[in-house]
C-alpha cells in the first residue's frame, strides 16, 4: 500500500525555503508512531532539510544526481524504482499505472517534497494528512489538492490547538 503522510495549512502550504512551514510536537509524534517500522520515500532535498535517515525505517532518496551517497540510505533515481524496491509486485510502467498493494503491514510512506507528492498522489492508496487551520503567506512548497470525489475522509480526529488529524482512502483507482 502506497501512503502519503504531510502537514499541509489551508491552503495546502508544506514548507518555505527547504523547510517545513508547520512545525508541532505532536505532529512529529504522530509522524514517527505512524511511519516507525515502514520505508520511507523521500526526495533529496527533503532527505537534506531533516540531516539524517529516519531511525526505524528504510529510507529511499530519490535524486538525480547519479554520484549522491550518504551513510544509512538507499539512493534511488525515480519514484518507481523506490516502489519498485519496496513491492514484491513490480510497478507497472506508463500513465494510468496501478497502485501497488501488498500484504498488510507492506505500507510504503512518500514523505515528500512537493514533487514527489505530484508525481505520488496518483499511485497513492491513502492520505495521512495534519491539517493546520492557519496559512503562510511566504510558503513556496504545496501539497497536491486532494480531490473529494477521489479520496474519502475514513478518520478525523480534531485537537483544541487548531490541527486536524484526518486519514483519507481512495475512492477510485
Request: aromatic residues 8%.
Amino acid at each position: 500500500m502506497i501512503s502519503l503522510i504531510a502537514a499541509i495549512g489551508k491552503n495546502n502550504e508544506l514548507g518555505k525555503n527547504n523547510t517545513l512551514v508547520w512545525s508541532m510536537p505532536t505532529d512529529l509524534k504522530y509522524f514517527r508512531q505512524i511511519t516507525s517500522g515502514h520505508s520511507v520515500i523521500m526526495g533529496r532535498k527533503t532527505f537534506e532539510s531533516v540531516g539524517r535517515p529516519m531511525p526505524n525505517r528504510r529510507n529511499l532518496i530519490i535524486t538525480r544526481d547519479l554520484n549522491y551517497k550518504k551513510d544509512g540510505i538507499e539512493v534511488v533515481h525515480s519514484l518507481e524504482e523506490a516502489l519498485n524496491l519496496t513491492s514484491p509486485q513490480p510497478l507497472s510502467e506508463g500513465e494510468g499505472a496501478p497502485s501497488l498493494s501488498g500484504k498488510a503491514g507492506d505500507e510504503v510512506f512518500v514523505i515528500g517534497g512537493e514533487e514527489i507528492f505530484k508525481k505520488a498522489i496518483a499511485l497513492a492508496d491513502r492520505l495521512y494528512i495534519t491539517h493546520i487551520d492557519a496559512t503562510d503567506k511566504d510558503a513556496n512548497v504545496f501539497f497536491p489538492e486532494i480531490i473529494p470525489v477521489v479520496w474519502n475522509e475514513v478518520s478525523h480526529e480534531e485537537h483544541k490547538a487548531d490541527y486536524t488529524f484526518s486519514v483519507y482512502e481512495r475512492l477510485t483507482k
